[in-house]
């Protein structure tokens, strides 16, 4: 069999739970659901630092957070990965293409790829004094020439801010919106592709971060919905009650008015329902090209949006709508119609694709394959293929968040104030119900302390000799100051 095309497709900020597929209550996916249906969706799938800055550069270079030094988002570092994903399969023989969102410094850096089609959305410190769009972002120096209103218009016309709550539609052409342009260039460069080689192309979209302003069909659809309310934890407002912040529609920490928060749900929705549509126009092309048979599709994204659960917005945060992306594997030679439960973070998907591709995977990287598990036709392989936990982290809201997921518990450690957290997933994942808050996890007797003090001794080995100081004589310290950067 010869090598198989991979396609590595990102989105930016969708909720793992966000597939209709999977039963989210009014969302309507039908093609990515088309796609799961015809191969594995992984269920446990993570971020391991949910915002766009150190998740990337896991996905890119296959290296844990602790390794590539990014635990929260810091723009302007050098991309320094000296072995990474593109580069390998470049190494094997394969033709690297990156079009859309690569969030790397500085923007022209190819992480190894042959070459990039950029748009890296709002990258504030590209932006910064309004530098000529040709350095940093192709489809803003498109737009620029498509259109008489100029390149910053994207974001700064309608006040539709890349980190705010507000919603409303698209206003201009649609075919001049980020998420066709990504495609319509996917589909352009299987033109001028070379049909010696395989490829590895990955197609990166920067919706459905805000801003929320998809076509007015995709809003349209959502805009009159009746939502469900948002999960509220019995925790909330214990643990951030300082940190709400009602006036500002940019806010971690807010309860907005319903219409706020229901036409956000709606704009939200109507940028995924976009990019599903896309994505079918995009693989019908494969079809088209005689690529559809010989070609591996992984669907993720960098992280998640907490979209008003527990009276949270946007990332970075331990909770499952900010920690939790989405992960469909399909393709020759992967299982259909499976759901793989094996605990996986954006660091593997690096080794799964070699993997997948029949390629070797490098030493350097912290990556683990779960290729077996995906050929698998039954659930029996999810446990050895997976991890037995997963490590998280963020540094936000003046101080560092870490998190363990072990079985079916997460376990959260607050790095100001040493506060922990432990939730039951399998009974409670909405995350409604703190363990340690009732006090039920105090006790070690029970098998909720004992969740308790296995996460809390991971937390120990994972931090020890950390440069923060979090770990000081085998147990964990609070009150330390934060680092985005540990190098």
Known sequence: ??????????????????????????????????????????????????????????????????????????????????????????????????????????????????????????LHASRQGRPDPRFYDDY???????????????????????????????DRPEYQHPTNWATSEAIDWLYRRDPDRPFFLFLS??????????????????????????????????????????????????????????????????????????????TEALSDFGLGDDTVICFTSDHGDMMGDHGMWRKGYPYEGSAAVPMIFAGPGIAAGRRCEALMDLTDVPATLLDLAGLPVPGEMDSRSLATALRAPAPAADADAGRCFLHGEHAILGQSLQWIIRADVKYVWWSATGAEQLFDLSADP??????????SALDETTAAGEALAECRRLLVAELAGRPEGYVAHGALVGGRRARAMLR
């Open 430 to 439: 909405d995350e409604l119900h703190d363990l340690v808050l009732d006090g």
């Open 205 to 282: 979209y920067h919706r459905p971060h805000a801003p929320y302003n998809p076509p007015a069909w995709a809003f349209d659809m959502y805009r009159d919905s009746e939502f469900p309310p948002a999960p509220i934890g019995d925790w909330e407002d214990h643990h951030l009650e300082s940190f709400r912040a009602d006036h500002s529609p940019e806010a971690h920490v807010a309860r907005y008015d319903e219409e706020t928060r229901r036409r956000a749900l709606a704009g939200y929705y109507g940028n995924m329902t976009h990019i599903d549509v896309q994505l079918r126009r995009f």
């Open 140 to 170: 803003a120096a498109w737009l620029a020439r498509v259109s008489d209103r100029g390149a910053y218009t994207d974001e700064y016309e309608n006040g539709a801010h890349c980190n705010a709550a507000i919603a409303m539609p698209w």
């Open 1 to 122: 069999m010869s090598a198989p095309n991979v396609v590595l497709v990102c989105t930016d900020q969708w909720r793992a739970d966000s597939l209709s597929l999977l039963g989210k209550p009014v969302l309507k996916t039908p093609f990515l659901d088309q796609l799961a249906a015809s191969g594995t969706i992984a269920t446990r799938a993570y971020s391991p630092a949910p915002t766009c800055v150190p998740a990337r550069m896991s996905l890119l270079s296959g290296l844990a957070p602790s390794s590539h030094g990014r635990v929260g988002y810091q723009e302007g570092l050098d991309f320094d990965a000296a072995v990474t994903m593109a580069g390998s399969f470049r190494d094997a023989g394969y033709q690297t293409q990156a079009i859309g969102k690569m969030h790397v410094h500085p923007p022209r850096n190819r992480a190894g790829f042959d070459n990039v089609i950029l748009h890296d959305g709002y």
